[in-house]
């Protein structure tokens, strides 16, 4: 589905999932007016994760799918930073992008429908247990968005694409992934591997 507006795209080393949070630091002119007007008008930015170059400076080259992400909580310490925190919506793919005069990267972009929701299979039961026991040891400060949506496969394997130590490439690969149960198979052998036992 078409995206109506040009999307301002925030280029960032890791990306960023469906329901996911992102904590961050606004301080560069280009991303203080784009926040800015995030705040004012309600409408959301895009997060891609960057293929070439660096998240400071000139505008980075984006991955071609991103993820819409709004801005929840937000703080301005002082005039020239904003604190935010934001939740990650849609999957998007970049049909054609420019970089505006202030070095702010727009994008004409697609929204990527969401797949259909598929119950996580009782054979994956325990990925969602062992998020359940992250939780519970860490309380509130447990890095899982909520709603928590335990039975739902799209929704696991995207909390454990961000929980589990690998390289950006390989969680853009995951973002990419069509089919919630592909990953969740790679991400439960990958599991396995690390910790010995993912289906406790």
């Known amino acids: 589905m078409p995206y109506p507006d040009e999307l301002p795209i925030f280029s960032l080393g890791n990306p960023l999932f469906p329901a996911g949070l992102l ?3 606004i301080f560069e002119p280009r991303y203080l007016a784009m926040t800015g007007e995030c705040i004012r008008s309600g409408k959301p930015f895009g997060v891609s994760l960057i293929r070439a170059g660096f998240e400071v400076g000139v505008p ?3 991955s071609a799918i991103g993820c819409t992400a709004r801005i929840i909580e937000w703080s301005q310490p002082m ?3 904003y604190r935010l925190v934001c939740k990650g919506e ?3 793919k970049i049909l054609k992008r420019r970089v505006a005069d202030d070095g702010l990267m727009l994008a004409r972009v697609e929204l990527i429908d969401p797949p259909d929701p598929r119950p996580l299979p009782k054979h994956h039961a325990g990925l969602a247990a062992l998020i359940e026991e992250l939780i519970e040891a860490l309380g509130e400060d447990a890095p899982i968005p909520k709603p928590r ?5 799209a929704w696991v394997a995207n909390r454990w694409a961000e929980l589990l130590p690998v ?3 390989r969680r853009q690969r995951w973002l990419e992934q069509a089919d919630a149960l592909t ?3 790679e991400i439960e052998k990958l599991l396995a591997e690390q910790t010995g036992d993912a289906s406790r």
């Open 79 to 81: 005039t020239n930073r």
């Open 183 to 185: 990953a969740l198979i």
């Open 167 to 169: 390289t950006p490439e």
């Open 149 to 153: 949506r335990f039975d739902d496969a």
């Open 90 to 92: 849609s999957p998007f």
């Open 60 to 62: 980075a080259v984006p």
């Open 23 to 25: 904590h961050l630091n």
